[in-house]
T-cell receptor, first 115, second 117 residues
Framework: AQSVTQLDSQVPVFEEAPVELRCNYS??????LFWYVQYPNQGLQLLLK??????LVESINGFEAEFNKSQTSFHLRKPSVHISDTAEYFC?????????????FGTGTRLQVFP | DTGVSQDPRHKITKRGQNVTFRCDPI?????LYWYRQTLGQGPEFLTY????????KSRLLSDRFSAERPKGSFSTLEIQRTEQGDSAMYLC???????????????FGPGTRLTVL
């Protein structure tokens, strides 16, 4: 079975400061890794994903995440956050076994950006 | 492409009543997923359809829950004899198989928030 741990339930940060949202996973098989974002009163949106290849993946709005197999981590980072980044961020995995592609989510991290 | 839509957005019901939610996936997406999200938790997988076939059901889906996708397009999720513990956000997602391999991106709807009094 797979599980995802997001160590921080809330991360307050000032605008233009760097931020890191932590994600660790547990799985006996290889996984694909995802970060989803949920803005207030909106549905979940894919932010970025790691399937294979380069362990560093980037989103179009300046976020990046690095897959670290030895530490089973997929931390999300941004060097300078904006007020508009305020949202709930969910880390998720899909196990390579099986055919369902069901997402296993962490409990989420609420990023609050202050002016 | 108008995205995944869900109806209703909010539902308040009394314990013991039956409720039904609808999900309309992105057109031509043959894969459809239902998830449930309770306060302070991430979404949890409930069930999965490929076209009209329901291929997997979570143990979270008790016998009071039933999902259908009759023509491989929209899907319904029915909860019979609702309980207060059923109060949650019910999310629907759809995807289309990629030709390059790997996991398909799942596109989520806005969800249906159920409150059982």
């Amino acid at each position: 079975a797979q599980s995802v741990t997001q160590l921080d339930s809330q991360v307050p940060v000032f605008e233009e400061a760097p931020v890191e949202l932590r994600c660790n996973y547990s799985s006996s098989v290889s996984v694909y890794l995802f970060w989803y974002v949920q803005y207030p009163n909106q549905g979940l949106q894919l932010l970025l994903k790691y399937l294979s290849g380069s362990t560093l993946v980037e989103s179009i709005n300046g976020f990046e995440a690095e897959f670290n197999k030895s530490q089973t981590s997929f931390h999300l980072r941004k060097p300078s956050v904006h007020i508009s980044d305020t949202a709930e961020y969910f880390c998720a995995v899909i196990a390579l076994e099986g055919s369902t592609d069901k997402l296993i989510f962490g409990t989420g991290t609420r990023l609050q950006v202050f002016p | 492409d108008t995205g995944v839509s869900q109806d209703p957005r909010h539902k308040i019901t009394k314990r013991g009543q039956n409720v039904t939610f609808r999900c309309d996936p992105i057109s031509e997406h043959n894969r459809l997923y239902w998830y449930r999200q309770t306060l302070g938790q991430g979404p949890e997988f409930l069930t999965y359809f490929q076209n009209e076939a329901q291929l997997e059901k979570s143990r979270l889906l008790s016998d009071r829950f039933s999902a259908e996708r009759p023509k491989g397009s929209f899907s319904t999720l029915e909860i019979q004899r609702t309980e207060q513990g059923d109060s949650a956000m019910y999310l629907c997602a759809s995807s289309f198989p990629t030709t390059s391999g790997g996991a398909d991106t799942q596109y989520f709807g806005p969800g249906t928030r159920l409150t059982v009094l």
